[in-house]
């Protein structure tokens, strides 16, 4: 049988890889793309961004719903908790969402080869899927195929009890006590959803303070707001070990003064970052470099060293996020096309979907003081917002870091109500080189969220209006 040529053959199809194709076929490239799992859209469709949007939203709703719809003179009857219809209606959305991008493909001509790839060398890419082997040839492989959950040692997984974010999106019944480990982005965003729906939850985290990375005034109120929610956190908890006694789950940690604990839950998440996924890949055979921790490395281009092999997404340094995943796809598939796609690492909004929302682009206060950079800094307090008093979400402020001398948008960090959504203005913001004052001038519609934005960049230059 004759091996099948490419311009393109994508190996993962997660929002890395799947728009990373579409992008070639757009650009004229005939595009293969690898997918080892039926579904296509990785990670963030299927176990990730997606599924755990859905369930922040309908948990946001029922809590809603029993504590916050009366001060509205909004009177309901009894609330009750349907989880099975909960949980159906995420699953419906991850369906139909990763059926879309199955009819993308076809639209532009793409062809979904199932199985797992592995890099062969010379140009070819080897398919295992359904008891055959198939090989490829392209000309540019680019390799796009994520990251799976880290470990710990100590903790063994069971898929039940003691699980990953993927288990905690589809728990049969709310946790009587859910223990999480590691109060990053997965332990806030799902600790959160079950706390809503019921759940004692108890967050164990290594660091002595919560979100270490984040601009210390957002760290600072998110830690003074979370715990009011039901979240308990134990900061400067070393996790040792795990075990299934029955229906229960017993944690043993090492706490900050070096005591040993156990904390007892039904329930354990295991939420300590994600590590890259090369397994099966043959990466290292071919000559690609990975670090350590199996990360490979790639040059501004997201070439690897050898020559028609890119990389993209989680599988390469930065942050794991999907947006970044799909700009460095579309960049590495321009330069493949001769083209100069290229992604601003400054401009990358990053969020968490707690509630109230926290949001960040650009650099920290923190980050600019050891780069020894002048800024000046403007913030606003939504608790001034007309929008937010009208929706009764006042907790929060908009934070926008500018150059002393240039004024040129340096930072922008928020906790609010639809920070997810107000980010976006200061990630163009930034993107254009604006100023704080560009920003302040720009009239913002009356009476909304964004408002606080303009009042922050206005804080800048020390002439807010509504404060
Ligand atoms: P992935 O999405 O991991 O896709 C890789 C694909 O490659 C997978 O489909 C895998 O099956 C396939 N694959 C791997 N190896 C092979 C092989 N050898 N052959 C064939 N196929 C292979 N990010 C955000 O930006 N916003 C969020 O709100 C958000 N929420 C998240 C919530 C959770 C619970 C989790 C776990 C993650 C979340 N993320 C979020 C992170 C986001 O999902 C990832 O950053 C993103 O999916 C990375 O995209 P990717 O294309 O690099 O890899
Ligand atoms: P994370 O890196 O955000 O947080 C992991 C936390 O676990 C850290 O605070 C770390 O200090 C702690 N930790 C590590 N080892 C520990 C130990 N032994 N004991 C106690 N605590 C320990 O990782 P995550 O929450 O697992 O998320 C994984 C990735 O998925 C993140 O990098 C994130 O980019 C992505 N993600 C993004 C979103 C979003 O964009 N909203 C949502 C979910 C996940």
Not at 12 to 32: D, E, F, N, S, T
Not at 133 to 142: F, G, M
Request: with cysteine.
């Amino acid at each position: 049988m004759s091996t099948p040529e490419y311009d393109l053959v994508v190996i993962g199809a997660g929002p890395g890889g799947y728009v990373a194709a579409i992008r070639g076929a757009q650009l004229g490239m005939k595009v293969a793309c690898v997918e080892k799992d039926a579904a296509l859209g990785g990670t963030c469709l299927n176990v990730g961004c997606i599924p755990s949007k859905a369930l922040l939203d309908s948990s946001e709703r029922f809590e809603e719903a029993t504590k916050h719809l009366a001060a509205h003179g909004v009177k309901v009857g009894d609330v009750a908790l349907d989880l099975p219809t909960m949980l159906g209606r995420k699953d419906k959305i991850v369906k139909q969402l990763t059926g879309g991008i199955a009819h993308l493909f076809r639209k532009h001509k793409i062809e979904h080869v199932r199985g797992l790839g592995t890099l062969l060398g010379g140009g070819r890419v080897g398919v295992t899927g359904d008891g055959e082997r198939r090989e490829l040839a392209a000309k540019h492989i680019l390799v796009a195929t994520g990251s799976t959950p880290a470990t710990l040692p100590g903790i063994g997984l069971d898929g039940d009890r003691i699980g990953t974010s993927t288990e905690a999106l589809a728990y049969p019944e709310v946790p009587k006590h859910l223990v999480v480990i590691g109060a990053g982005v997965i332990g806030l965003e799902l600790g959160s959803v079950w706390a809503r729906l019921g759940a004692a939850v108890t967050i164990l985290e290594y660091m002595p303070s919560l979100l270490p990375m984040m601009d210390a005034e957002v760290s600072k109120l998110a830690s003074k707001l979370f715990p009011r929610q039901g979240l308990k956190f134990q900061f400067g908890a070393k996790v040792v070990g795990a075990e299934v006694r029955g229906e229960e789950v017993v944690v043993r940690y090492e706490d900050k003064g070096g005591a040993m604990q156990e904390v007892t839950g039904d329930r354990l998440l295991v939420a300590v970052g994600r590590k890259p996924n090369t397994e099966g890949l043959g990466a290292a055979d071919v000559g690609l470099t990975l670090d350590r921790r199996g990360v490979i490395q790639v040059d501004a281009h997201y070439r690897t060293g050898v020559a028609g092999i890119y990389a993209i997404g989680d599988v390469i340094p930065g942050p794991m996020l999907a947006h970044k995943a799909e700009e460095e796809g579309i960049a590495a598939v321009e330069h493949m096309a001769g083209l100069s796609g290229h992604v601003n690492y400054d401009a990358i909004p990053n969020v968490i979907y707690t509630h109230p929302e926290i949001a960040a682009v650009g650099k920290t206060e923190e980050e600019l003081k050891k780069a020894g950079i002048p800024y000046r800094a403007g913030s606003f307090p939504f608790v001034a917002n007309g929008r937010a008093k009208a929706m009764a979400q006042t907790d929060g402020f908009v934070k926008i870091l500018a150059h002393e001398q240039t004024d040129r948008i340096l930072g922008v960090h928020a906790i609010g109500p639809r920070a997810s959504d107000l980010i976006a203005e200061a990630a163009v913001a930034i993107e254009f080189s604006a100023s704080a004052e560009d920003l302040a001038r720009s009239v913002h519609a009356h009476p909304t969220l964004s408002e606080v934005v303009k009042e922050a960049a206005l804080g800048v230059a020390g002439r807010t209006i509504h404060l």
